[in-house]
Nanobody
Framework: QVRLVESGGELVKAGGSLRLSCRAP???????????MAWYRQAPGNQRELVAR???????NYADSVKGRFTISRDNSRKAVYLQMNNLKPEDTGTYYC???????WGQGTQVTVPS
């Protein structure tokens, strides 16, 4: 079952920026703050990979490929997590998924395309 909703993906030129949003509208997230949240991505034919993670106490991890370019953040009052993506590259192309760790919840994904 889908319990998270991603948005913001689109086609953008290399060097451009996007901000992805993830909302947690379902009842299990009536209290959002305790959840460790993450962004994953999957390119066609590739394994799903972790892009960025932010814990309930705001510890942050990034994949090496996005360090210095992407920023993950959260707004617990809005039950949302964001991924600011700057200096986008063709290798960033893929479907981006939001994940809540404690409930193993996923969204349906939002597509990011960066032409080469």
């Amino acid at each position: 079952q889908v319990r998270l909703v991603e948005s913001g993906g689109e086609l953008v030129k290399a060097g451009g920026s996007l901000r992805l949003s993830c909302r947690a509208p379902t009842a299990i997230f009536s209290t959002f703050a305790p959840f460790d949240m993450a962004w994953y991505r999957q390119a066609p034919g590739n394994q799903r990979e972790l892009v960025a993670r932010i814990t309930s106490d705001r510890r942050i991890n990034y994949a090496d490929s996005v360090k210095g370019r992407f920023t993950i953040s959260r707004d617990n009052s809005r039950k949302a997590v964001y991924l600011q993506m700057n200096n986008l590259k063709p290798e960033d192309t893929g479907t981006y998924y939001c994940h809540a760790e404690q409930t193993n919840s996923w969204g349906q994904g939002t597509q990011v395309t960066v032409p080469s």
